[in-house]
Structures are given as structure tokens and as C-alpha cells.
């Protein structure tokens, strides 16, 4: 697996246990526990955090590994219409 996928898949995993989170948090604060229902908010959060973190790293590693193939082929095209 490459390093930008393994951010994603990181990110993906991190935004299920924000979500898992968020559901006990609301539950909880339903129940009227709220000292629980801020835990997991807080919790929620940190992973939500943690997933934009990894999202973001994959997006630097996209970049890095793509925008060399869009400049080359973009110098590749400029000389093309100079040639012509």
C-alpha cells in the first residue's frame, strides 16, 4: 500500500471513531449523563483532528507524487507548440 493511501485509510478509520464518538456522546447526553456525553465529545473530536491531520498529509504526498507528472507533461505540451 502506498504512503498517500495508507493517510487515507488512517483518516478513513479516525473519522469511524469520531462518528462512533459522536453517537455515545448523544446518547449519552440523552440520558442526561453528561460528564460521559463531554468524554466522548472530546474524544469525537481529537479523532476527528486526527483524521484531518492524515487527510492532509495524503493531499502533500498527492502533490508531490502527481504535480511532477502535470509539470512534466505540461513543459511537454509548451515545447510542442513551440515546435509547431
Do not use: C, P
Not at 468524554?39 to 502533490?63: M, N, P, S
Request: glycine share 2%.
Amino acid at each position: 500500500m502506498s504512503k498517500t493511501w495508507e493517510h487515507y485509510h488512517h483518516a478513513a478509520r479516525h473519522h469511524e471513531w469520531a462518528a462512533f464518538h459522536f453517537k455515545e456522546a448523544a446518547k449519552y447526553d440523552q440520558a442526561e449523563e453528561h460528564e460521559k456525553a463531554a468524554h466522548h465529545a472530546y474524544v469525537a473530536h481529537g479523532h476527528h483532528q486526527h483524521a484531518i491531520l492524515q487527510e492532509t498529509e495524503a493531499a502533500k504526498l498527492h502533490v508531490e507524487q502527481f504535480g511532477k507528472l502535470v509539470t512534466a507533461a505540461a513543459e511537454q505540451e509548451a515545447k510542442n507548440k513551440s515546435a509547431a
